[in-house]
């Protein structure tokens, strides 16, 4: 299982953004011209994420070009090869601008199926900014890491003020 592994870490460095994309995203131009211009694409992105409908957005299987299927289930993995997985996906996320939010506290098996659950989330994916992505609504009775929900600390806090 560990070359199939290999194999699947090294797909997905491989569905990493472009680094030519990210440095022209980032405005790293010399002429000024297009700095202006790098602006203005700016706020006409911004205005796009403000009215954009989840619903209508590619999937993040489709921005980074994974296929669920290539992920074995977990109980197929150990610890270690979901931990290696989960640190080379959050990776290729943060290469599209995307920075998933969850408790750093998660066993391996509950991060992995929650990494490998975005491939299916529909989001829009800025180039000159970045997107959040949250898996908790901040209900601690709801959030899906049960135990492991951080929010009922930041819930705890506000109820001591």
Known sequence: MQKYVNQ????????HRVEEEQAADLG???DEGEEVEDIREHFEEVERYLN?????EPS???HCGL???AFPPAD?????????ICTAFEKMMQSYNAYPSMPDILPPTMAYDTFVGVLDVRLFLP???MVG????DYEPEHCQFGEYCTCKDLEDEINDE
Do not use: P, V, Y
């Not at 699947?8 to 569905?15: G, H, P, S, T, W």
């Not at 197929?76 to 290696?84: G, N, V």
């Open 76 to 84: 197929r993995l150990s610890d270690k090869q979901k931990m290696e």
């Open 60 to 62: 993040f299987a489709d």
């Open 52 to 56: 954009s409908d989840s619903e209508t």
């Open 127 to 129: 180039k000159l900014g």
């Open 28 to 30: 790293e131009h010399l």
């Open 8 to 15: 699947l870490i090294e797909d997905i460095q491989n569905a």
């Open 133 to 136: 992505i949250e898996f908790c």
């Open 67 to 69: 296929d669920k299927a």
